[in-house]
Nanobody, 127 residues
Framework: QVQLVESGGGSVQAGGSLRLSCAAPEYTYSTYCMAWFRQAPGKEREGVVVIDGDGRTTYADSVKGRFTISKDNTKNTLYLQMNNLVPEDPDMYYC?????????????????????WGQGTQVTVSS
Protein backbone atom coordinates (compact mmCIF):
# COMPACT_ATOMS: atom_id res chain seq x y z
CA GLN A 1 0.00 0.00 0.00
CA VAL A 2 1.18 3.48 -0.95
CA GLN A 3 -0.12 6.52 0.90
CA LEU A 4 -1.86 8.94 -1.47
CA VAL A 5 -3.49 12.24 -0.50
CA GLU A 6 -5.70 14.23 -2.89
CA SER A 7 -6.53 17.91 -2.62
CA GLY A 8 -7.88 20.77 -4.73
CA GLY A 9 -11.55 19.89 -4.99
CA GLY A 10 -14.26 22.51 -4.73
CA SER A 11 -17.28 24.08 -6.40
CA VAL A 12 -17.27 25.75 -9.81
CA GLN A 13 -19.78 26.90 -12.39
CA ALA A 14 -20.19 25.05 -15.67
CA GLY A 15 -17.28 25.85 -17.94
CA GLY A 16 -14.97 26.51 -15.02
CA SER A 17 -11.66 24.90 -14.11
CA LEU A 18 -9.98 23.23 -11.16
CA ARG A 19 -6.61 21.60 -10.57
CA LEU A 20 -6.42 18.54 -8.36
CA SER A 21 -3.23 17.40 -6.63
CA CYS A 22 -2.13 13.99 -5.38
CA ALA A 23 0.81 13.68 -3.01
CA ALA A 24 2.62 10.35 -3.32
CA PRO A 25 6.03 8.82 -2.54
CA GLU A 26 8.68 9.83 -5.06
CA TYR A 27 9.44 6.28 -6.19
CA THR A 28 5.92 5.77 -7.51
CA TYR A 29 6.32 8.27 -10.33
CA SER A 30 8.96 6.32 -12.25
CA THR A 31 8.09 2.74 -11.30
CA TYR A 32 4.30 2.72 -10.79
CA CYS A 33 1.24 3.28 -12.89
CA MET A 34 -0.50 6.40 -11.60
CA ALA A 35 -4.10 7.26 -12.38
CA TRP A 36 -7.09 9.45 -11.68
CA PHE A 37 -10.50 7.86 -11.26
CA ARG A 38 -13.89 9.40 -10.57
CA GLN A 39 -17.22 8.17 -9.31
CA ALA A 40 -20.81 9.41 -9.27
CA PRO A 41 -23.25 8.31 -6.54
CA GLY A 42 -24.60 4.84 -7.25
CA LYS A 43 -22.27 4.24 -10.20
CA GLU A 44 -19.04 2.38 -10.82
CA ARG A 45 -15.70 4.08 -10.37
CA GLU A 46 -14.40 5.00 -13.81
CA GLY A 47 -10.95 5.73 -15.12
CA VAL A 48 -10.20 9.32 -16.10
CA VAL A 49 -6.57 9.10 -17.18
CA VAL A 50 -3.52 6.92 -16.56
CA ILE A 51 0.17 7.77 -16.75
CA ASP A 52 3.05 5.30 -16.80
CA GLY A 53 6.58 5.59 -15.47
CA ASP A 54 7.78 7.07 -18.76
CA GLY A 55 5.11 9.78 -18.75
CA ARG A 56 2.90 8.24 -21.42
CA THR A 57 -0.81 8.99 -20.91
CA THR A 58 -4.17 7.57 -21.93
CA TYR A 59 -7.38 9.56 -21.42
CA ALA A 60 -10.99 8.48 -21.26
CA ASP A 61 -13.02 9.76 -24.20
CA SER A 62 -15.27 11.70 -21.83
CA VAL A 63 -12.43 13.96 -20.69
CA LYS A 64 -10.12 14.02 -23.70
CA GLY A 65 -9.36 17.60 -24.66
CA ARG A 66 -10.63 18.94 -21.32
CA PHE A 67 -8.44 17.29 -18.66
CA THR A 68 -4.66 17.06 -18.49
CA ILE A 69 -2.55 14.89 -16.19
CA SER A 70 0.98 15.82 -15.20
CA LYS A 71 3.50 14.87 -12.55
CA ASP A 72 6.31 16.60 -10.75
CA ASN A 73 8.70 14.01 -9.35
CA THR A 74 10.71 16.58 -7.40
CA LYS A 75 7.58 17.73 -5.56
CA ASN A 76 6.16 14.21 -5.18
CA THR A 77 2.89 15.41 -6.71
CA LEU A 78 0.54 14.24 -9.43
CA TYR A 79 -1.84 16.80 -10.95
CA LEU A 80 -5.10 16.76 -12.84
CA GLN A 81 -5.98 20.01 -14.61
CA MET A 82 -9.70 20.04 -15.34
CA ASN A 83 -11.09 22.58 -17.80
CA ASN A 84 -14.59 23.11 -19.20
CA LEU A 85 -16.24 21.24 -16.35
CA VAL A 86 -19.89 20.30 -16.79
CA PRO A 87 -22.55 19.19 -14.26
CA GLU A 88 -22.53 15.70 -15.79
CA ASP A 89 -18.96 15.13 -14.62
CA PRO A 90 -18.97 12.77 -11.58
CA ASP A 91 -18.36 14.47 -8.24
CA MET A 92 -15.70 12.40 -6.47
CA TYR A 93 -12.14 12.10 -7.76
CA TYR A 94 -9.53 9.61 -6.57
CA CYS A 95 -5.81 9.22 -7.10
CA UNK A 96 -4.55 5.65 -7.52
CA UNK A 97 -1.24 3.80 -7.93
CA UNK A 98 -0.09 0.30 -8.85
CA UNK A 99 3.29 -1.28 -9.55
CA UNK A 100 2.20 -3.73 -12.22
CA UNK A 101 4.21 -4.52 -15.34
CA UNK A 102 3.18 -1.40 -17.20
CA UNK A 103 6.27 -1.57 -19.39
CA UNK A 104 4.87 -4.79 -20.85
CA UNK A 105 1.11 -4.27 -20.90
CA UNK A 106 0.63 -0.55 -20.39
CA UNK A 107 -1.20 1.02 -17.46
CA UNK A 108 -4.79 -0.22 -17.12
CA UNK A 109 -7.85 2.06 -16.79
CA UNK A 110 -9.64 -0.35 -14.44
CA UNK A 111 -10.08 0.33 -10.73
CA UNK A 112 -9.59 -3.30 -9.66
CA UNK A 113 -6.04 -3.22 -11.04
CA UNK A 114 -4.93 -0.55 -8.56
CA UNK A 115 -3.90 -1.41 -5.05
CA UNK A 116 -3.32 2.04 -3.55
CA TRP A 117 -5.93 4.79 -3.28
CA GLY A 118 -6.32 8.26 -1.88
CA GLN A 119 -9.26 9.34 0.24
CA GLY A 120 -10.92 11.26 -2.59
CA THR A 121 -11.71 14.92 -3.20
CA GLN A 122 -15.08 16.29 -4.26
CA VAL A 123 -15.75 18.44 -7.32
CA THR A 124 -19.16 20.08 -7.67
CA VAL A 125 -20.18 21.76 -10.93
CA SER A 126 -23.26 23.97 -11.03
CA SER A 127 -25.17 24.96 -14.16
Amino acid sequence: QVQLVESGGGSVQAGGSLRLSCAAPEYTYSTYCMAWFRQAPGKEREGVVVIDGDGRTTYADSVKGRFTISKDNTKNTLYLQMNNLVPEDPDMYYCAADRGSWFVTGCPPYSHEYGSWGQGTQVTVSS
